[in-house]
């Protein structure tokens, strides 16, 4: 892969979900890859990332 199409794939995902594992100290996401439901979400309150994890046991 090139540095501009490696690049071109980078998102910048901030997230105030602190109690995630993938949450950095300067919240952000730092996983590979996100899921995000429900798929009949009507409003933004009806969705949710479903790739967080707990770290409450950390
Ligand atoms: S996985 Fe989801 S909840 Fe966890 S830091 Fe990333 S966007 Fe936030």
């Keep these: 892969m090139s540095n501009s199409s490696k690049k071109k794939d ?7 979900v602190k109690n995630c594992i993938h949450n950095s100290a300067d919240c952000r996401c ?9 798929s009949d979400a ?4 009806e969705t949710a990332c479903r790739t967080f994890e707990s ?4």
């Design 30 to 38: 730092t996983a590979e890859s996100i899921k995000v439901g429900c």
């Design 10 to 16: 980078e998102k910048r995902i901030e997230c105030d």
């Design 55 to 58: 770290g409450a046991d950390r």
């Design 42 to 45: 009507c409003t933004c309150d």
